[in-house]
């Protein structure tokens, strides 16, 4: 069997954790949403009225969810499977590689769960009380083909990114993790001084593409992330 695709299976081999709570989270988020209309209905009635339901739309949720258990989890996966993976016979490389899919098919297949929990949303017509998770701004409002996307690069950004740190701090410790860190900070920062100094036309661009402009540069943000991870990755001394 190819390495890398051993890596893959030693990445798939807890499924539940890897594949099933991503879509828990973003189920548990739903449940949430549906909870604060619920208390709101108290005092405004159910379903909401429409003025209520279009301030749902501008709940982050969808956005916020899934970040801080996928960052977590790419951490944790790149350190507890690197050894066995070389004691498998893989490389540094197949190891990514492996891992790198194992990635993208995480983020997949919660990207078609967040489609299908908004398919759902209409279904129910805001899950029977007129509340948004899904059909949202943040999500370009109902579209599933950019609910689609930004959950997909949202989900594939915090692998990588937790793919990075955890490679940095196992292989150099916490003083580079910190300064890996400071380093994207002041990196983010200068893109966004640039941004304002160049607004006419980031609004502009902003403008023409809307939210498909933001699943653009979240694409690039990604594979800049992903391969900063490979060299960390190549590099790393465990």
Aim: aromatic letters at 12%; proline letters at 2%.
């Amino acid at each position: 069997m190819n390495p890398s695709r051993r890596s893959l299976r030693l990445y798939l081999s807890n499924k539940a954790y890897v594949v099933g709570v991503p879509i828990i989270t973003l189920a548990a988020m739903v449940l949430v949403s549906v909870l604060i209309a619920l208390v709101m209905g108290i005092v405004v009635g159910l379903p909401l009225p429409h003025d209520v339901e279009e301030g749902f739309r501008n709940n982050v949720g969808s956005l916020t969810a899934l970040p801080g258990f996928l960052v977590s989890m790419g951490a944790l996966v790149v350190n507890r499977n690197f050894s066995m993976a070389l004691a498998f016979g893989s490389t540094r490389r197949n190891f990514w590689v492996g891992t790198a899919l194992g990635f993208g098919l995480t983020s997949l297949v919660t990207a078609l769960a967040a489609v299908v929990l908004l398919a759902l949303e209409f279904l129910t017509h805001g899950w029977f009380v007129h509340t948004h998770a899904f059909d949202v701004t943040a999500m370009g409002n109902g579209n599933y083909l950019k609910t689609f996307a930004m959950t997909f690069m949202l989900s594939a950004l915090s692998l990588f990114l937790g793919a990075l740190f955890g490679t940095v701090y196992r292989a150099f410790g916490a003083s580079a993790t910190t300064v890996t860190a400071f380093a994207m900070g002041v990196v983010i920062v200068g893109l966004i001084a640039v941004g304002v100094w160049q607004r006419v036309r980031v609004v502009a661009f902003l403008a023409d593409w809307g939210l498909w402009a933001v699943v653009a540069i979240l694409a690039a943000v990604v594979a800049v992330v992903a391969a900063a991870s490979y060299s960390a990755n190549r590099l790393a001394t465990f």
